[in-house]
């Protein structure tokens, strides 16, 4: 009897022994990569204050050979890209600036505020056209696309504004998880269509001229108490 016990035991221990070996293939050799084109920085210029550590993708505009930038205190300012100089600068009362954007003569500033505010510019100043204020907090670059304006709010709201007068459109709303993290992403626009997301983890595309939902996609399922 103790015979066969050593011996099942025996078995037992080559079993495992065979089953633990590793049969995975090696990793491939490692070749050196040398990089033939090396980033070279021609200039660099301070703009202003920044987003630090607030969630904000402080983009520039860049239009032809000129770059627009706004700081987080509301300070717009033109570049020349060739000779990294400042053309003008312009104090726009702005606080806690989220972004901007803009087209060959109208420049887009949005603040944590709720302000939406339309410069029309040259290459000699800017000038504001009209603000407007919406009721939530702006986290994000409102996009300017021909003769509208679109602008994504934390508290789940598309908004549609008329880039000549200022005027609201049109606005859609979608519900906001209980838990939702800080921050929110600027619409996608097409010929015909605006893209956003939503914190429900909906994609959603609109119609731009009415705001009537086109298609929806669930990209995720809400999660967490």
């Known amino acids: 009897m103790n015979f066969l016990r050593l011996l099942f035991l025996s078995l037992v221990v080559f079993v495992a022994a065979c089953s633990s070996s590793d049969n995975s293939e090696p990793p ?6 040398d990089n033939a084109e090396y980033v070279k920085v021609l200039w660099s210029k301070d703009a202003g204050k920044g987003a630090v550590n607030k969630y904000i993708d402080m983009q520039p505009f860049i239009n032809g050979n000129k770059i627009y930038a706004i700081d987080t205190a509301g300070l717009l300012s033109q570049l020349d890209l060739s000779q990294s100089t400042f053309d003008w600068s312009l104090k726009t009362g702005l ?3 989220t972004g901007l954007s803009g087209d060959s003569s109208s420049l887009v500033a949005s603040s944590r505020d709720g302000e939406v505010v339309l410069f029309d510019y040259n290459e000699k100043s800017a000038e504001q056209r009209w603000k407007h204020q919406l009721k939530s907090e702006i986290r994000t670059r409102a996009i300017l696309d021909g ?9 789940g709201k598309l908004s549609v504004l ?16 209980a838990l939702s993290l800080t921050g929110s992403s600027s ?14 983890g909906k994609l959603v595309a609109f119609n731009r001229e009415n705001g009537s939902t086109v298609w929806e996609h669930t990209v995720t399922s809400p999660r967490g108490r």
């Open 95 to 97: 606080s806690a600036v």
């Open 28 to 33: 491939a050799e490692l070749t050196t990569i």
């Open 162 to 177: 008329d880039a000549t007068t200022g005027d609201l459109l049109w606005a859609v709303t979608r519900r906001v998880p």
């Open 187 to 200: 619409p996608i626009v097409t010929d015909e269509l605006v893209i956003s997301g939503f914190d429900s």
């Open 147 to 155: 003769q509208q304006v679109f602008i994504r709010t934390v508290d």
